[in-house]
C-alpha cells in the first residue's frame, strides 16, 4: 500500500523519486512491485474506523497529519490509485497531490463539473481537443455552464475575457493546442486571473508537452490536467486520466466528486500506468529529439504549405511564450499540406510504418486527419477561426528510427 508514514526527507530529482516513492514493499509482503488490489470493499479494524473514515470521506473532518485513515470501498479509492497518486506528486514541478480518472475526458468533466454551476463561465483557449469542446457545448453548455472561448495565443484577448467574463469560475487552457500546436501565455492568464477580486481557478491540459517539457504549476496555473491514455502511459493500451494540483483541498474535492461519478481509475490499469511513469522522461525526450530531426527534414518541401511545430514558430509571440514555458519543442507536429483534403488523404495512404490513427503520445508513430476525425465535430467556420485547414495532417512520433520515418514521410511527399 501507499507508504502513509511520511518522514521528512530531502525531495530528489524527479526521474529518481519516481522510483523511490510512494510505494512502501512492507505493505505488500515485501514484493518489490506493488501487488495489485482488486477488492472492491475493505475490511473495517472497528466501526469506530468505520465512522472515521466516512467522516473525512464526506469532508465532515479533516484527516490528521499522517492518519492512518482506513479504506472503504474502491469506487472511493483504492490501494493501487493512492500509490499512482504518491508517485504523480514528484513528477509535476510544483504538485502536492493528484488524482487519477478513468480517462482523461473523465478528468477535465470531473473537474469542470467540480467547479462550475449554471450561470457561471469558463474561459478557454482556442482549437482544443474535440472531445472538450464537445463537452463544453453539448454537455455542459445546456445546463448553464457558459464557454467563452479565446483564440490561442492572443494574449490581450485572453486578458481581456478574464477580466471581463462574468461569473468567471475556470480559465481552461490547452497549450500546445491540439492540433495547431498555437500556444497560450500561461503565466500571463495566471497573472490575469489573480488580478480579479474573485479569483478564477487556471487549469492546464499539459497532454501535449507535460509532465517533462512544460510546468503549468510552477507558471501559476492551479491545476494540471492530462490524457494519461497519451505520453503517461506511452503505449496505446489503456485509457487514463489525471490531475495534478498545487494544493491539496482542489485534489480532495475533485476525488469527492469522482467518488459520486464513479470515474476512478481501475486497480489494474494503475498498476499498468504506475509502471510506465519511471520511462515518461526517457520517452518524451528521444521523441522529442526525433521529431526536432524530422521537421528539419522536411522544411522546404515543395508539397508542404506550412508545418505546425513549436520549434519552428515564424510568430515571434508564439516564439516568446515557446520559449518561456517549454524546455523541448515536443514530439508533435502537424503539416499543412497543398492539395487539402485529397492530398493529406493520399500522404496518409502512402504511410507504411506510421499509423493512421488517432492518439498520439505512443512509442508506435500515428498520423490523423483531425478536420474529418478528432476535429470534425466543428463546423466549417470554426475549423477555419482554429486554423484546422482541410490539407493539415497531425503527426505523433513515436520511438522508430527517425531516419527510417524523415524517408516515409518525405517518399509520401514526393509521391503526391
Ligand atoms: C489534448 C487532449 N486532452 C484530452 C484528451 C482526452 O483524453 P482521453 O482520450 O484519455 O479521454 C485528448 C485525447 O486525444 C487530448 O488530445
Known sequence: MADKKKEPRVRARPDTEILTRGFDPRLSVGSARPAVFRSTTYVFSSPESAERAFAVALGKVRPAEDEDVELIYSRLSHPNAEILEDR????????TSAAVFNSGMAAISTLILTLCRPGTSVVCSVPMYG?????????LEPFGVKPVPVAAGDDAALRRAIAETENLRLVFLETPANPTLRMTDIASAAQAASERAERPLVAVDNTFMGPVFQHPLQLGADLCVYSATKYLAGFSDMLGGVVTAAGPEL??????TRATLGNILQPDECWLLDSRLPTVSLRMKTQSGSAEHIVDGL?????IERIHYPGLFEDP???RIYRAQCDHPGAIFSLELRGGKQAAFDFLRR???TKNAVSLGAMESLACHPATTTH???????????GISQG???????IEDWRDLLREYTDALDAL
Open 251 to 256: 485534489v480532495a474535492h475533485l476525488r469527492s
Open 351 to 353: 504511410l507504411r510504418i
Open 392 to 398: 493539415l495532417v497531425r503527426i505523433s512520433v513515436g
Open 299 to 303: 522544411v522546404g518541401h515543395e508539397r
Open 131 to 139: 472531445g472538450t469542446h464537445l463537452l463544453l457545448y453539448e454537455v
Open 317 to 319: 509571440e508564439q516564439r
Open 376 to 386: 470534425s465535430e466543428m463546423t466549417p467556420s470554426q475549423l477555419e477561426r482554429a
Open 88 to 95: 504523480l506528486v514528484p513528477l509535476e514541478e510544483g504538485a
